[in-house]
């Protein structure tokens, strides 16, 4: 959500500062600020503005000369956005700094620090670093030393970018569980959270690693591992693609954010966990306060994000003994609730302008909640404003009308929100750190999902002359097979419906012949003895099977299988997602429909 870019030149950096912040927009912010070193006095310049980067702009239009630079977008995590809690953050009018993340020991360090005679004007974790940096760096036998010995007094995930007056030609900036990339110019140097800030200038990076430091001047780049050893410089040049929507080699959307998936995971994970642990202010300012009191979840959605909220029920009961209902937005929202003490809404939609859900958010205000909370895609929607609490899904633009990384994303997010609310219900630090290394553990795993392409490619030519599909789950799997079925049914217009495996014989064991194909979520968890027991029930009926399992699924020569990568448990409904987008692209491709843009569909359901 928070936005950086810093230059080091031999020209004005305040344009190529301002730029870098327009086109980190779509991040999401409530704040802006930029400031330069003065090439005259040696002073700091600084200019911050609530709202629109374009207020900044106008504020800036007298003239903001410097060579060296730093200016930041906030999203408010620490304090409500307000003018002197904008970054950039400046202690003792020489150090100078803006950050994306949060330091968990803030509150520690703040205090220290008073103690020490510093004077605070802001409630932010930043003004805490820029005070905590201008400390070691005084004591320290340079600029880069005394960053490393601040550095090493920080708990949390961060990107930061500072600069000094005593260092006028220079920048350090670092990254610890938050992006950073480094842009290489002739006699000028940046750096930002994101390339896209910085494709005006360049089109060389360095993407810096975690726990990376990095020194820059005009002429010079040095990177600098955790144990201050020098890392040989590496660089990548991008092309000259700058349209973020544009497809690439892709025939579809659909395949490019099918494919984006394991870096979207990456994404919505950064800055919001550490190795262990959840950074509960990642969902506001006002997490804390909201968070110790939740007694129960509501959840309240349409589509795909309602199967989310399925899977989440089940991750909120069983993790963390919450209380948890999961609602459709269009039928909460016309009927009686009896909403329970305590209960925190939880909104989710990928635009943030579903009219359904939002009716109900609005409704939401004359019951019994603490407070809203929304998992959102478009950081400027509806949706997002007039919630208490957001926490962005980081997915990207996602132009297909079927959701596939944001789906994908928005369980990585509700997963992060059980963890946090969990603190407070019994969920212990093993527990957490656990379930925490498990979502780290996703972006490689959908990364091997995609290996297996050919092979659901191939699974996909026997769905092309069928009407009917059935899909099949157990447990947290069974919100997967509603969605296969829907994604299947969206974009190849082959009638599909899930059911719970258990649920055969109540029903829909009568539509099984040798012209239905059904789809078992098959994962090898407590319950796949049961789905076997039902799967051969269908087979007894002559149905086709195709299973996607892993290798703990056996003896099922005669049917369709998916071998898929063992997981933990807790994160495989995301793992397993994946298999069913790629089974109905690949369908719709061969049937010859409009993958992206499916009949009757609208990416974004504004209406009733």
């Known amino acids: ?180 990339v480094v842009g290489l110019g002739i006699g000028e140097n940046f750096v930002a959270s994101d390339p896209q800030a910085l494709r005006p200038v360049t089109d060389r990076f360095i993407y810096l690693d975690e726990g990376e430091v990095v020194e820059l001047s005009a002429e010079e780049v040095s990177v600098f591992g955790i144990n201050r050893e020098v890392i040989e410089r590496r660089s990548i040049k991008l092309d000259d693609r700058q349209d973020v929507a544009d497809r690439g080699n892709f025939r579809h959307y659909m395949v490019k954010e099918i494919y984006d998936q394991p870096e979207a995971f990456a994404q919505t994970l950064e800055g919001r966990v550490t190795k262990s642990r959840v950074l509960e202010h990642a969902f506001g300012v006002d997490a804390h306060d909201i968070f110790t009191r939740v007694k129960a979840v509501e959840i309240i959605a349409c589509g795909s994000s309602f199967y989310t909220g399925l899977i989440a029920k089940y991750w909120f009961e069983q993790i963390a003994g919450i209380p948890c209902s999961v609602e459709i937005a269009s039928e909460q929202r016309y009927r009686v609730t009896a909403v329970l003490p305590g209960t925190l809404l939880v909104t989710l939609s990928q635009s943030g302008e579903t009219a359904d859900t939002l009716a109900a958010l609005r409704s939401a205000v004359h019951e019994n909640y603490i407070a809203s909370l929304c998992l959102c895609n478009s950081p400027n929607s509806t949706l997002v404003r007039e919630s208490d609490l957001t926490l962005m899904l980081n997915a990207g633009l996602e132009v297909c009308v079927a959701s596939t990384k ?90 599909a419906e899930g059911y719970p495996a258990g649920e055969l014989k109540h029903g829909p064991l009568a539509l099984v012949d040798d012209d239905m194909p059904v789809v078992a979520v098959a994962p090898g968890d407590e319950l796949l003895e049961k789905l076997k027991s039902n799967l051969q029930e269908v087979k007894a009926r002559g149905g086709e099977l195709f299973i996607i399992g892993d290798d703990q699924f056996t003896g099922e020569a005669d049917s369709h299988v998916i071998r898929m990568p063992i997981c933990h448990s807790v994160i495989s409904p995301i793992v397993y997602t994946m298999p069913m987008q790629l089974l109905a692209y690949h369908v719709a491709v061969f049937k010859g429909t409009d993958v992206d843009q499916p009949r009757n569909l609208a990416k974004s359901v504004t209406v009733e």
């Open 1 to 180: 959500m928070c936005g950086i870019v810093g230059a080091v030149t031999k020209r004005n950096v305040s344009g190529i500062l301002l730029e870098g912040l327009q086109r980190l927009k779509y991040r999401g912010y409530d704040s802006a600020g930029l400031c330069v070193i003065d090439p005259k006095s040696g002073a700091l310049n600084r200019v911050r503005r609530v709202g629109d980067v374009n207020e900044l702009q106008q504020a800036c239009v007298s003239g903001l000369e410097g060579v060296v630079g730093i200016a930041h977008t906030r999203w408010a995590t620490h304090g409500k956005a307000t003018e002197d809690n904008a970054h950039p953050h400046v202690s003792n009018d020489t150090i100078s700094v803006v950050h994306n993340g949060i330091i968990e020991n803030y509150q520690e360090l703040r205090e220290e620090l008073k103690k020490a005679g510093y004077q605070f004007t802001s409630d932010t974790d930043t003004e805490v670093l820029a005070h905590l940096l201008h400390r070691e760096i005084m004591d320290a036998s340079g600029f880069r030393d005394g960053v490393f010995k601040a550095l090493n007094l920080l708990e949390g995930a961060y990107a930061i970018a500072v600069m000094h007056v005593d260092y006028p030609n220079s920048l350090v900036a670092a990254r610890v569980g938050s992006p950073l």
């Open 406 to 495: 944001a789906f994908t994303n928005q369980l990585g997010d509700l997963l992060l929100l059980v963890l946090a609310l969990g603190r407070y219900h019994g969920v212990d630090e093993a527990t957490e750190a656990e379930i925490v290394s498990a979502l780290h553990s996703v972006p490689g795993l959908l990364s091997e999902v995609l290996t297996l392409d050919e092979k659901i490619q191939k699974m996909a030519e026997r769905f092309v002359d069928k009407h009917h599909a059935l899909f099949l789950g157990r447990g947290i799997h069974y919100p997967i097979a509603l969605e296969g079925a829907l994604k299947l049914k969206e974009i190849s217009y082959i009638h």
